[in-house]
Nanobody
């Protein structure tokens, strides 16, 4: 069983930066692609970023391209999301997730992820 715990969220001003972390316990993340998603009140869960199990390939949602960076430290069993130039529309609960199958590619489809953290709130004020 895998447990994912996000941290690093909080209230910030527009233009600020935050770095979220997703720490795993129970099993290694090193052979699994990982993703970050977010959900704002009244909206559907949205893909933010994904990273391959090697860390060599990444993908981003259109709304965060050029501002957010996903990375991973397999030795620390942790995945990160660096968020720069934050905007009020980035407000939401941010979740990290692990894909179902080892050695599989990451995907933007939430249904392909089998483990989710509890989420961390990010609030960006103007």
């Amino acid at each position: 069983q895998v447990q994912l715990v996000e941290s690093g969220g909080g209230p910030v001003q527009a233009g600020d930066s935050l770095r979220l972390a997703c720490a795993a316990s129970g099993r290694t993340l090193s052979t699994y692609a990982m993703g970050w998603f977010r959900q704002a009140p009244g909206k559907e869960r949205e893909f933010v970023a994904g990273i391959s199990w090697t860390g060599g390939s990444t993908s981003y949602g259109d709304s965060v391209k050029g501002r957010f960076t996903i990375s991973r430290d397999n030795a620390m069993n942790t995945v990160y999301l660096l968020m720069n130039s934050l905007k009020p529309e980035d407000t939401g609960v941010y979740y990290c997730a692990r894909v179902r199958l080892a050695y599989s590619a990451f995907t933007q489809r939430a249904a392909e992820y089998s483990y989710w953290g509890q989420g961390t709130q990010v609030t960006v004020s103007s």
